[in-house]
C-alpha cells in the first residue's frame, strides 16, 4: 500500500501553532483539496476537530486514544456536520485505520505531528508544500533525510514550493 503524507512544513519543521496554521496559502489549501479528492485520509482527531466537518469526497478517518468518546464529543459539538457525501470513523490505531482504509484509493496522512511521527516509517511518499518562513510554532514536521527521502518534483510558486519526496 502506498502511504503519503501530506502537510505544508516551515524552513524550522512548524507546522502549527496553537492548534492552527500559522500562514495563509490559498493555493496550498485548493491543491491539498485536489491531491486528496477521492482518497481515505487519516488525521488525528485535534486536526479533524480543527476542520470541524469531514471533507466532502474523502474518507475521513480519525486517529484517537478514544475513538468512541471522540466521536460522541465531535457530534455534540457539530450537529449535522456528517452531512450526506461526507464519512468519518474513528479509530484508535494506525493498524485500525489502514485496514479501514479503501484498499482501492490512495491513503494519506494528514496531521498532526504526533501521527506524522507514527506513520513515518510507514510512509512511502510525502507530499509537501515547504513554505519559505520560519513561525514560531509548536507542533513539527519529522526532519526529512536525504539519506532516506529523495526529492521526486519540485513546483516553485512566490513564498513556497510543492514538492514530493519518495522513500529510498
Known amino acids: 500500500m502506498e502511504l503519503t503524507a501530506i ?3 516551515a524552513r524550522n519543521g512548524v507546522i502549527g501553532s496553537a492548534n492552527d ?9 485548493k491543491r491539498f483539496k485536489a491531491v486528496t479528492k477521492g482518497t ?11 476542520i470541524g466537518k469531514p471533507l466532502p469526497g474523502r474518507a475521513s478517518i480519525v486517529l484517537t486514544r478514544d475513538p468512541d468518546g471522540a466521536e460522541q464529543a465531535f457530534r455534540a459539538q457539530h450537529p449535522g456536520a456528517l452531512a450526506p457525501g461526507t464519512s468519518a ?4 490505531t ?13 491513503v494519506y496522512i494528514g496531521g498532526g505531528a504526533e501521527v506524522y511521527k507514527l506513520a513515518w516509517p510507514r ?21 526529512i533525510d536525504p539519506e532516506v527521502w529523495v ?12 514538492v514530493i519526496y519518495v522513500r529510498r
Open 7 to 9: 502537510a505544508a512544513v
Open 21 to 29: 496554521i500559522p500562514w495563509h496559502l490559498p493555493e496550498d489549501w
Open 40 to 50: 481515505s485520509l487519516i488525521m488525528g482527531r485535534r486536526t479533524f476537530d480543527g
Open 89 to 92: 470513523v474513528w479509530v484508535s
Open 94 to 106: 494506525l493498524d485500525e485505520a489502514l485496514a479501514v482504509a479503501d484498499p482501492q484509493l490512495p
Open 123 to 143: 510512509l512511502t511518499r510525502l507530499d509537501i508544500t515547504e513554505v519559505d518562513a520560519e513561525p514560531e510554532g509548536d507542533a513539527f514536521f519529522p526532519a
Open 151 to 162: 526529492e521526486e518534483s519540485r513546483e516553485p510558486r512566490t513564498g513556497f514550493d510543492f
